[in-house]
């Protein structure tokens, strides 16, 4: 077994994808080993980033099972595999894993802010409880009932759910400083193109959505309340632009619609211009003056680069940002003419990032919070081996290195993962190797060790764990 932690990577979605992408630069860093396997749009955002350690595989021909197979085969001595929940390959993914390669740990990361997503989470539902463990983005959302249907929830009792708060950051950051210096060059060039006369009007991107309720509710209700809205508000200062989603503009159900709204509403004096978009969706987040979306995973991202953002549909729907209160809703005409007119200049202000942070479930820390996630399914991997095996002096030489290396964390995840298992045999020998590490570690390291169980086993059910760990910093 490598005393770094290996961990797989299964990418089939571009947004998990993303995640996984800097997760890989990340353990990377922190001297962990990493393989990726991804397809399709995934495996474009790996190439993008330039993860070298990306390893396609196509699921147009081959067949699934064999290639999920082929992908747990190479990699029987691994310390984890993560895979995505938003496509059902991932299923075959954490099945193949379970009977081809045992000993690997298997997780499930749900990369999604919300509890709720209609297509996400019906497969989410498939994938989540065949893994040992769910991670995920959200941190909050280990608190959260999860659906898989609106009323159906999603047992993970057993799935020992995990937040790491993580989030793009980065990404919402820059583009907030693109907006500062491109903004209003962006907005000019887009009112030249479509021969608009400047005369200070707000743009406003709706976004889109991909999912039935959006295309048959929520998009057609936004259109009939900018129908009524105008007959009581002049609604020609706001040009609205629509950014389809990638997956919808192939069908282009919703380009249809506005198609036959603007014949019916467009050339009416007080009806605003309303023109789809021709570029990506990055280029529309530094032109918005306003976003207006129906459900959307880049709703975080609108708050973090300080975009002002109202929700729009035929009825509310709870998402990460109703819930905080970092927009405004818009269900009638009267509430959409109320939530244009209060839309605020453009600002450059940065948003107050704590508030924001905790209501959206992000921590700064996440990349430790991952790697005492890997470190503990390391530990965990190597308690099994010593359990079982018979040449058990070699597989305690490993756990003295485990612990010596992973520190706090792996220390404190053997004496849990003893405790729990009930075992005799594992936690005497838990706490000898612990004991023996701790003598030759320094007042600092011994230091750093008291204040882990400090923080870390507060909770009742850890008051045995935590007493033993005590005595042996003692």
């Known amino acids: ?75 029987t001595k691994a310390t984890a595999v993560i895979t995505d929940v938003g496509h059902p ?43 040992e463990k769910v991670l995920f983005a959200n941190e909050k959302l280990i608190k959260e009932e999860l659906l898989s249907a609106p009323g159906t929830k999603i047992d993970l009792s057993s799935n020992h759910p995990r937040g790491i708060g993580y989030y793009p950051v980065a990404q919402a950051e820059a583009l907030f400083l693109r907006r500062q210096s491109e903004h209003e060059t962006a907005r000019a060039a887009l009112l030249e193109k479509l021969a608009f006369p400047d005369q200070g009007q707000k743009v406003l991107v709706y976004f889109g959505g991909n999912n039935e309720l959006y295309f048959s509710k929520a998009f057609p209700s936004f259109l009939d ?20 989603h990638p997956s919808a503009k192939e069908k282009n159900l ?48 609108f708050v973090i680069a300080a975009i002002p953002t109202v929700q729009v549909a035929h009825e509310t729907y709870d998402d990460l940002l109703v819930r905080n209160k970092l927009c405004q809703t818009v269900t009638n005409k009267n509430e959409l003419i109320i939530a244009f007119d209060k839309l605020p200049p453009f600002s450059r202000e940065a948003p107050a990032q704590a508030a924001i942070f905790s209501g959206l479930g992000i921590r700064t820390d996440w990349l430790a919070l991952l790697k005492k996630v890997v470190i503990e399914m390391q530990v965990e991997q190597a308690l099994d ?41 594992l936690q005497l020998a838990c706490s000898s190797i612990a004991k023996l590490v701790l003598k030759r570690s320094s007042a600092e390291q011994i230091s750093a060790f008291r204040s882990y169980v400090t923080s870390e086993l507060q909770a009742p059910q850890h008051s045995i764990v935590r007493y033993e760990c005590e005595q042996l910093a003692n």
């Not at 797989?8 to 393989?35: I, K, W, Y």
């Not at 894993?97 to 990361?109: H, S």
């Not at 999604?112 to 209609?118: H, I, S």
């Not at 081996?385 to 995840?413: C, D, E, T, Y």
Request: glycine share 6%.
């Open 225 to 244: 309340f900018l129908k009524q809205a105008m007959t009581k508000s002049d609604l020609s200062k706001y040009l609205i632009v629509l950014q389809q």
């Open 385 to 425: 081996a010593l359990k079982s095996n018979l040449a058990r002096p070699i597989f305690s030489r490993q756990v003295s290195k485990l612990m010596r290396q992973g520190g706090p964390v792996a220390i404190v995840s053997a004496m849990s993962h003893a405790n729990k298992a009930g075992d005799k045999f």
């Open 254 to 301: 919703d380009g249809i619609k506005l198609q036959e709204w603007l014949k019916e509403c467009g050339e009416a004096a007080a009806a605003p211009k309303i023109v789809i978009s021709d570029f990506d969706s990055t280029k529309a987040q530094i032109i918005a003056d306003g976003a207006l979306y129906y459900q959307t995973s880049m709703g975080p991202q």
């Open 89 to 131: 390959f991932a299923a075959k993914i954490q099945k193949a894993f379970t009977q081809y390669a045992p000993k690997v740990r298997r997780l499930a990361y749900y990369d999604n802010p919300e509890k709720y997503v209609p297509g996400y989470s019906e497969t989410a539902a498939t994938v989540m409880p065949l893994a």
């Open 1 to 75: 077994m490598s005393l770094l932690p290996a961990v797989v990577f299964v990418a089939c979605h571009g947004g998990p994808a993303d995640h996984f992408a800097t997760f890989t630069q990340g353990l990377l860093q922190e001297g962990c080993s990493v393989q990726v396997h991804a397809t399709g749009a995934a495996l474009t955002k790996f190439t993008d980033r330039n993860v070298v350690q990306a390893k396609p595989f196509s699921l147009l021909s081959d067949d699934e099972d064999q290639v999920a197979i082929k992908i747990a085969k190479a990699h």
